[in-house]
């Protein structure tokens, strides 16, 4: 079963609305969880590296005002997007490490704004 | 800078047996994993290696050599259902990955 879960699979916004996704690691706890983005065709675009209890380090070029990563507690962070337009529709996953080998992935959230 | 390659697409024939190569070059190296990625879905893990060799699970190998900076990925008996992206991506000095673009692969009957 998933060890990974991510909330909502899949979501339709209007413009300027704010969508909060959730990722949960579900029998161990994650200490840092990692946020992609990724275009059709396209290979995984890291965004942001989520720390527990911390700040989260984003990556050159991604907005850390418009994506709000909380990560409050070892097992939950979530990514908000604030005030969203069209070009911020894409597919977006969470991803841990699971005792420091595999990585496990959530099922991916799939946000259109129209 | 670093930099993962691997083919973006390749075709093969159902029950055949594919390869799918990945060269690196990171920033310190702390393991190679293999995803297969369907389209519209998240990505599935399918191989660790941090060790130099083989390692076999099932129908999927997974090869590594780090002197080369080298891996491989060998799935036999396909499948149509084995139709889907393969992703090779190294974890780095920092433990993050480092990702390829992806392999298309196209299974034919």
Redesign the interface.
Known sequence: GAVVS?HPSWVICKSGTSVKIECRSLDFQAT?M?WYRQFPK???M?MA?SNEGSKATYEQGVEKDKFLINHASLTLSTLTVTSAHPEDSS?Y?C?C?REN????????T?LTVV | GQNIDQPTEMTATEGAIVQINCTYQTSGFNGLFWYQQHAGEAPTFLSYNVLDGLEEKGRFSSFLSRSKGYSYLLLKELQMKDSASYLCAVRDSNYQLIWGAGTKLIIKP
């Open positions: 991510q840092t990692f396209q290979s995984l890291l590296t597919f996953i991803s490490f080998t595999e990585a496990f992935f959530g099922q991916g799939r």
